[in-house]
Each structure stands twice: as C-alpha cells, then as structure tokens.
C-alpha cells in the first residue's frame, strides 16, 4: 500500500509555515464535494459498500475485545473523515486500504477514550476477524491469532502501515481529541420528551447505526440523538395498531407531530426540523440496506454487547443483530414516501468560520494533510473565525 507522497518542490519553493484547521462539522454539500473528489474511479455504490465494509470490521473488532460504544463509534467516524482528504487510489490493494485504515481508526480511537490496545494486540484481534481460518488453529483462550506463529516480517509490515496511518488520521483531527457522542442525549433528550423506555432503546441503536453513515461529521450530537428519537417514533407509528398511552409518557405518534414541524423545541434543542428528517431519510436508508441483505445487518442485537458470528466464508463476520423494528424493504421505502409528501425544503447550511472552508480545499491543497516538505504547520482546534475548545 502506497501513501501520499510529498509534493515536488525545490527547497526554495517550500512554504516556511502554514496551517491547519479542524472542521468539527461539515454540510452536506462539502462532504458530496469532498467524497467524490477523493472517490476517483469508484462509484458511489463502491464507495458506500466499502465504508459499510470497514464499519462492519470496527463492530467485529470492538465486540471481540470489548471496546465501549464510544471507542467503536469515534472510530467509525475517524474512518469517515479519514477520506474526505484521501484519495481511494492512494492504497494500491482495496482490502488493505479498508482494515489498514479501519484499525488505523480504532487505534486512535482508544487513545481518545482511554481504552488503549497496542498496535500487537489490535492486529491479533484483527488477523483472527479476517482470518477465521487462522483462529481456528490458535490455541488462544480469547480466540486471538497467535502472532508467534506467524512470520515476523508480515506483522511488522502490518505494524508499520498501522502506525503510518495513525499519524495521517491525526493530522485530519488536527490533534483535537474531543470526542462527543450521541448516545447520553439520547437518554437526556427522551426523558424530557417522556419517550417510553422501548422507544428510548429503539432509538439508541439507532443513533449507533447513524454512525456508520456520514451524519456524525454533518452534524452535533445532540442533534443527531433528537433525529434518532424522531426516526424511533416514526417506525413505532407508521402503519401500526396505535397503542394505548402509558402514564406519564407520551405516545410515538405525538412525538412525530411535535417533531415534524416547527415549533419551540427548535429553539430548546437547538436544532431544526429539516436536519431531523434529513437524519430521518439517511437512516431509513441504512435500515432498508439491512433489510434487503441481511449478511449486511446494522444495528447490534443489544445497546451494550453486540455479538459477531464469524463465518468461514466471509473475510467480515455479519454483526448480529436484526432490523429493530418488524418492517420490511417495501415498508419502509413506503415511509420514505410519504415523508417527501410532507417534508420542509433543505435548509441553507453556512460552513463554520468567517472563511468559506470551501476554499481551503482548493487546487493550492491547503488543507491537504500526509503530505512533508510543509514547513512548519501550526494544527488549530477550530476553523478560522471559531474560538477552539
């Protein structure tokens, strides 16, 4: 696998200094912008599937080590932003490009969350999750591959192209290790909605599947915990009997008329109707993915112990889990329908900062990171114009 390589300039041509900012969040124009420059050849389907791949092989790894949500969910994002600078045909080999960078991703992720692995023990997890083969011979109690019984050369070539990638995915975070996830705001968020408990878990795992979409770099999470929320209400009310209303609590069908219009809460959650059905519309997306290939299953079995079922016949074990809601393809293809019936116009999305981060992602390469021969560069936590954490 092949990396970026500097730039040929002559010593007097090479900048003394520049710097770098940290995008926390993206519109969605920038991340079409972005993705399908750096796609190349590939299609969009390609590209999804390859990121549906890769999210696949984090849930496998984080299940059989035992990494807290958050470490698999920041690094399934890292993995995202990962390549929105980085061009596919930077990595020679498509399976190397997606577990290189995918572990790449998930060791940065346990250094974020204080749930740190070495690079050794990552790769043995990751050998017996590719290689089903290889664990079955390994007398390991935890099912690891034996890394004894390998050649040394191989894994320290797998070592080192680990660490190379770390190096470039922190230079895309621009060293900024805040991490915020979703999934307390679920809990917060619910409580002051008096969304019942089973809606309240509905809607956890699926702001655990929103991540292995692009929304959490479009979006905040708070934001992202009220669309999961939304989507929960919409599936337990769409074409189904209307429940009676628990004490306390207020119905998923109230919760859908709340939330699928304007209103005060707008102002109280600071977030707005048209990012929640825009969340809405990408999730029932990756539900109807599931749906129709089951192999392909989102969202794990329970919030806190997803479970993989390896397979001798796949390089990536399905994650076990099933489609948290009794809809098939069909259904929800006809939820997305009648959302477009009733849905507000796409909201005008400024890019944060007072410049226009468009421009830095230029023919000039700016923002372009991986690359020597800079200079020095300063790595700021905050876009022009934002104040940093």
């Known amino acids: ?10 010593p007097s041509q090479l900048p003394t200094s520049s710097s770098k900012y940290h995008h926390p969040y993206f519109t969605s124009a920038e991340v079409e912008y972005l993705s399908e420059k750096q796609r190349g050849k ?33 690094a399934q994002n890292l993995y995202h ?16 490009r997606i577990f290189d960078v995918a572990l790449g991703a998930l060791y940065v992720s346990t250094k974020m969350h204080d749930t740190l692995k070495k690079p050794r023990e990552l790769l043995a997890v990751s050998y017996a999750v590719r290689f089903p083969e290889l664990a079955a011979k390994s007398k390991h109690p935890g099912g690891e591959v034996d890394l004894d019984t390998m050649d040394s050369q191989i894994i320290e070539a797998d070592r080192q192209r680990l660490l190379a990638v770390e190096r470039l995915i922190l230079e895309t975070i621009c060293f900024n290790f805040t991490s915020r996830m979703p999934f307390p705001y679920v809990i917060k968020i619910g409580r002051a ?4 408990k089973q809606l309240t878990k509905l809607a956890w795992r699926l702001a655990v599947d929103s991540h292995r979409t692009l929304l959490p770099i479009q979006y905040p999470p708070h934001t992202i915990a009220l669309g999961s929320i939304y989507v929960a209400c919409l599936l ?6 209307e429940l009676p209303n628990q004490e306390g609590f207020q119905t998923s069908q109230k919760i859908v008329s709340l939330l699928g219009k304007r209103g005060n809460w707008e102002k109280k959650y600071h977030s707005q109707v048209e990012d929640l059905e825009d969340i809405a519309h ?23 112990s997803p479970t993989p079922h390896p397979s001798r016949n796949m ?27 009733t849905e507000h116009p796409p909201r005008v999305r400024h890019p944060l900062g007072s410049v226009d981060p468009s421009a830095l992602y230029g023919k000039d390469g700016t923002l372009q990171v991986g690359r020597n021969n800079d200079g020095t560069v300063r790595f700021l936590f905050g876009p022009p114009g934002i104040a940093g954490p």
């Open 1 to 10: 696998m092949d990396f970026p390589q500097s730039r040929n300039q002559s």
């Open 42 to 74: 590939f299609s969009a389907t390609q590209d999804e599937k390859t990121r549906q791949t890769a999210c696949g092989f984090l849930e496998a790894m984080g299940a059989r080590i035992g990494f807290p949500r958050r470490t698999t969910a920041t």
């Open 81 to 96: 932003r990962f390549h929105l600078f980085f061009s596919r045909k930077d990595f020679q080999n498509y399976w190397a």
């Open 193 to 196: 909605l008096k969304v019942t």
């Open 236 to 241: 337990s009310s769409f074409e189904q009997l």
């Open 282 to 304: 990408t999730i029932i997306d990756i539900l109807i993915q599931g749906a129709q290939s089951p192999s392909a299953s989102t969202s794990p079995s329970t919030p806190s």
């Open 315 to 341: 390089h990536i074990p399905p994650v076990a889990s099933q489609l948290p809601t009794p809809f098939n393809a069909d259904q929800l293809i006809r939820l997305k329908i009648t959302m477009r019936e």
